[in-house]
Each structure stands twice: as structure tokens, then as C-alpha cells.
């Protein structure tokens, strides 16, 4: 459930799907479905995540499902590690629920945003979320992202979005940046024991570089024509080791195409601004 403090908030109806929970959340000013909670993992859920979703309308194929944003799947993933059960809130990211930004350090109503529904606490951003996860169930341990390892920082999405955004003679020079830090973490993955920066098991760091590098790959193959080389062994193995994890099925997105889609509304969104 919501937190009652919040006034627009309207109420809630109960729809048992197969397995799934469905519980949808209408916006009584708007008249409009602005997310729609899925649970497959049980009633005893210990947090509520809003992430990027289609909650209604739109292409059918997707509805009810998960779409692409990195952060949140990297909290999804986090929690699902260390095995500790959530409803994901699928929300319309053009129309964000107004409640959110009282929840968020931004201030305005952003995504992923978490509710811890044993204290009644919410926390948003993706870095407090899960360093809030690791201090709450320290078992697996992932570490932090103040303590794990800093490879590849700088790729997402800045260096990545500036080869998307590059055209002409910028593009050279952009895919040569791009490239360096496919080395610099190629090599960051080949100096551990593998596939993972941290050895045989993942650390907090790997949890955002896998959802990462996976969007990185299908969004530079299929609007570039250039996905992550195969040359950088290293980063794709540690991506099919990631993508092979049981965390990553129920936080990952829908598909790739609507990876691929995202990243194109980015880049017209860019460009239209510019």
C-alpha cells in the first residue's frame, strides 16, 4: 500500500492474474492509470520499487511489463539477490505520480523510488537505495558503492551518450572515448579471477554495471551499428555471467526493443533541446 499522507492518492483494486498480483492505481484528477504494481514473488513483500513500466495503453505487447531503466533494475536486482521479496510499481515515465518527488532527493518525482514496507520508510535515487538494502540485510554481502570498485566509471551514460549523440567528424573522436573505457574495464574485469570485478560472485559494483553495459550494448548495435566489440572478451563474459544470475529475469526489461526505443526518445529529446 501507498502511504495514506498522500492526498491524490486514489484507492486501490485487487486483480489476481495467473500468479501475477495486479494492483492498479488511477489518478482521480486525470482519470488516466499512472502505475500498476506487479508482484510474482508473494504477499510478504518487504518493498514497494517504482520503476519504469507500462502500466496502460500503448503497444500490447508491453503492457503489464517492465521497460528499460537501468537504476531501477539495478535496485531490483540488489534486492533480489540478497532474496528479499518486492512489488514492482510499473510506472508511466511521461507521467510520473506527483507523491513520488516528496519521496526523492531531487525534489521532483523521478525514478526508481523504494518503500521499505516493514518501517514504513521511503528512499529514492539508486545509490542510497541500495546502500539502505546493504545496511538492512548485510547477508549476501555486495558491499557499497563507496567501497567497490570505480571501473568503468564515466561510461554511463556520459561517454556512452556523447558516441549516440555524435555526428560526422565528432563521431571518430567520440567512439575512440568510448573505446578507451571498453579497455579500461576489459581490463578491470580480466585482473580479477572473473567473471566479476570482485571474483566468482558480484559485488554492488556489478549490480550497476551489468543493466548498464547490457543497454550500452543493444542501444550502440542497433542505432550506431557498433555494439561493445568482441575483442573486449572480458566485458562479455561478465555480462553473460550477469544476465545468467536469477536476479536478473524478474528486474531486466521486457525486451530489447524497448531498450533500443528508449535510447532513441533520448536522442530525439537531446537534440530537440539542443
Known sequence: AVSPDNGCQPPLIGIILHYDILIYRKAAFKGRLQCMAMASNGENAAFEVYCKGAPEGGNPSTKGTTLDCPFSQRVMMTLGEKNVKFVKQLCDEQDLPDFLGDHHPAGKPLIPVVKDLQKDRWIGESDDIVTYIEEKYPDPSLGTPDTCSKAGEGLFPDTFMDFLLAEGDDEASAKKKLEEKYEELDKAFGESEGPYLSGKQPCAACIALGPQLYHINIAT????????????????????????????????????DVVEDGWRTKIKQKKESS
Open 221 to 256: 548495435g542497433r542505432i550506431k551499428g557498433w555494439p561493445i566489440p568482441d575483442k573486449y572478451s572480458n566485458i562479455h563474459r561478465f555480462l553473460d555471467a550477469i544476465k545468467s544470475r536469477p536476479s536478473w529475469g524478474p528486474a531486466a526489461p521486457v525486451n530489447d
